[in-house]
C-alpha cells in the first residue's frame, strides 16, 4: 500500500470514527431525552450478547433487532480499516479495541447519554473482530481493488456466519426457563421472616365463592397493609387473582411495586360498567427485582400469588 492509498484509507477511517462517535452519544435524541435522567445505568452481566435478529425473521425487525445488528455490522469496518493502517496482530488489535469500547460506553453512562452495557461492548468487539478475519482473508495480494473485493465478500459471508452461530449459541445456552412456582408467601420479608399474609379463609367476590389455597393478602381491617419481599434481583414472573368487594369504591385496590416501577391492579382488573364484578387473574414479568411491595387498601383480596424464577438451564 503506497502513501496516498494509506492517506486516503486514514481520512476514511476518521471520518467513520466520528459519525459512529456521533450516533454513540448525539443520535438518536440522546441528548434530549438526558434531561429526563437522573440515574446511572450500569450493566455488568454479560447476558444478552448473542442477541441478534433471528436468521428467519428479518422481515419483522423490532427496534431492539436493529440496534442489535447495528452493535455488529457498525463496528466491522474497524477490523479492516486499523490492520491496514498498522499492520497490528490479532490480540493487540482486540484488546485496545474492547478497552476503547468500555472507555466509551462509561463516558455514555457519566453524560446521561446513555447506559454501561456490557453486552453492547461485546457485541462491538465481535463485529470488530468478524471485521479483522475479513481483512486477513481479503487482504493477500497487491491488487487493491480485488482485495476490497474479496474483503466486503469475506465480511457479509462472516455476518451471517455470526448470526447463525450465535442464534444456535444463544438457544443452548443463554434460553432463560421458568423455575417451578413457589408461593409468594414462601419468599423472605425484608425483615428476614416469611409472612403467610392472612390466614387462609373463604371469601366472596362478586357472588362467587373464593377458595384460596397457597395465600391470602388482606389490609386486614387497616387503611393499607404493605407486605414487601426481598427477590434477590432475579428476572420474575409473578401471577395470581385479584378481586373486591365493592369495585367502584375508589379507596378499594392493590399495587405491585418494585425498583421504582408499580403496577395498579385495580386499575388492570376494574370491570368495565356492562361486566359484573368476578375475580381477576394476573400475570407478570419482573424485571431484575430486588425488593417486591404489595400494597392492599379496604375491600381489596389477593390470594394465591405465586412467583416463578426466570434461569438458565445450568444455574
Not at 26 to 43: C, E, K, M, P, Q
Not at 79 to 96: A, D, E, N, Q, V
Not at 229 to 252: Q, R, V
Amino acid at each position: 500500500m503506497d502513501a496516498k492509498q494509506r492517506k486516503w484509507i486514514m481520512i476514511a477511517t476518521l471520518l467513520y470514527s466520528v459519525l459512529i462517535l456521533y450516533f454513540m452519544f448525539l443520535g438518536f435524541g440522546r441528548i434530549g431525552a438526558s434531561h429526563d435522567v437522573d440515574n446511572y445505568t450500569f450493566i455488568t452481566i454479560p447476558d444478552e450478547f448473542l442477541k441478534f435478529p433471528k436468521m428467519y425473521d428479518f422481515r419483522h425487525l423490532t427496534l431492539m433487532d436493529w440496534v442489535g445488528l447495528g452493535n455488529l455490522a457498525a463496528f466491522m469496518p474497524f477490523g479492516i480499516m486499523i490492520p491496514l493502517l498498522y499492520g497490528t496482530r490479532f490480540f493487540k488489535f482486540i484488546s485496545i479495541f474492547f478497552l476503547s469500547i468500555l472507555v466509551l460506553e462509561t463516558l455514555q453512562m457519566l453524560t446521561y447519554l446513555g447506559s454501561f452495557d456490557i453486552n453492547d461492548a461485546i457485541q462491538n468487539s465481535i463485529g470488530a473482530a468478524a471485521g479483522f478475519a475479513a481483512y486477513k482473508i481479503g487482504f493477500r495480494s497487491n491488487k487493491i481493488f480485488k482485495n476490497l473485493m474479496t474483503t466486503g465478500a469475506s465480511a457479509v459471508i462472516l455476518a451471517v456466519g455470526v448470526l447463525g452461530l450465535s442464534e444456535m449459541a444463544d438457544k443452548a445456552f443463554f434460553n432463560k426457563i421458568e423455575s417451578p412456582a413457589q408461593g409468594l408467601n414462601e419468599m423472605e420479608e425484608r425483615n428476614g421472616n416469611t409472612s403467610v399474609g392472612t390466614e387462609l379463609h373463604d371469601f366472596t367476590i362478586g357472588g362467587e365463592k373464593v377458595v384460596p389455597h397457597i395465600n391470602v393478602y388482606t389490609s386486614q381491617g387497616k387503611d393499607f397493609e404493605k407486605y414487601t419481599y426481598a427477590l434477590g434481583n432475579k428476572e420474575t414472573m409473578i401471577s395470581g387473582y385479584y378481586g373486591t368487594k365493592n369495585p367502584k369504591d375508589p379507596k378499594a385496590g392493590a399495587t405491585l411495586s418494585w425498583d421504582g416501577n408499580e403496577i395498579s391492579l385495580s386499575e388492570v382488573c376494574r370491570p368495565m360498567d356492562n361486566e359484573d364484578n368476578q375475580p381477576c387473574s394476573f400475570e407478570f414479568p419482573l424485571n431484575r427485582v430486588k425488593e417486591l411491595t404489595i400494597t392492599i387498601e379496604p375491600d381489596a383480596m389477593l390470594w394465591d400469588v405465586t412467583v416463578k424464577r426466570m434461569k438458565y438451564w445450568w444455574n
